[in-house]
Antibody, heavy 119, light 103 residues
Framework: QVQLQESGPGLVKPSQTLSLTCTVS??????????WSWIRQPAGKGLEWIGRIYTSGSTNYNPSLKSRVTISVDTSKNQFSLKLSSVTAADTAVYYCARESLSFIFDPWGQGTLVTVSS | DIQMTQSPSSLSASVGDRVTITCQAS??????LNWYQQKPGKAPKLLIYDASNLETGVPSRFSGSGSGTDFTFTISSLQPEDIATYYC?????FGGGTKVEIK
């Protein structure tokens, strides 16, 4: 079955760009009709959808983060990536990647990776 | 943008109790409502999709209902392993979560 795994730096300095990659295994990122999404969760708080990409490259972003977010896909590596610019301490969170159906169901999820923004 | 209002934010119940969580959408979302379970330190897990469909492998004590703007998630008989936070979701909007504890 499809599995997702996040990777990237666990510590980012304020004002810099957070970069994460999600590697998809057990299936091709290009097969089927799915979106590929990023979701985050600050410690002790709820879930916040960041954005999604379709394998065609089309994207949708959370309006609250849109000016700072870029999601891209590399089908040759079966990966998709997140870049969040100008980070502050408020961006400290566990970041999850997930496969999203065309009816907006998130399943499965990666295990999540903690990113801390601190100097 | 659609807003999802989930209540209560937390609850405490005894093993065997029936537990109910509600989720209200800010506009009509038909039956496009999903429920997830998140245990501490783990990623959310899909339990119910399209308001009332049980994900494969999920115990039948979990159920969902509703359409339009008002939805309900029920655990018919609370078990110790059900201790978790539960979230409703539609499109890019999540409810605030309900933390379920054992009394």
């Amino acid at each position: 079955q499809v599995q997702l795994q996040e990777s990237g730096p666990g510590l980012v300095k304020p004002s810099q760009t957070l970069s994460l990659t999600c590697t998809v295994s057990g299936g091709s990122i290009s097969s089927g009709s799915y979106y590929w999404s990023w979701i985050r969760q600050p410690a002790g708080k709820g879930l916040e959808w960041i954005g999604r990409i379709y394998t065609s490259g089309s994207t949708n972003y959370n309006p609250s983060l849109k000016s700072r977010v870029t999601i891209s896909v590399d089908t040759s590596k079966n990966q998709f990536s997140l870049k969040l610019s100008s980070v502050t301490a408020a961006d400290t969170a566990v970041y999850y990647c997930a496969r999203e159906s065309l009816s907006f169901i998130f399943d499965p999820w990666g295990q999540g990776t903690l990113v801390t923004v601190s100097s | 943008d659609i807003q999802m209002t989930q209540s209560p934010s937390s609850l405490s119940a005894s093993v065997g109790d029936r537990v109910t969580i509600t989720c209200q959408a800010s506009q009509d979302i038909s039956n496009y409502l999903n429920w997830y379970q998140q245990k501490p330190g783990k990623a959310p897990k899909l339990l119910i999709y399209d308001a009332s469909n049980l994900e494969t492998g999920v115990p039948s004590r979990f159920s969902g209902s509703g359409s339009g703007t008002d939805f309900t998630f029920t655990i018919s008989s609370l078990q110790p392993e059900d201790i978790a936070t539960y979230y409703c979701q539609q499109y890019g909007a999540f409810g605030g979560g309900t933390k379920v504890e054992i009394k």
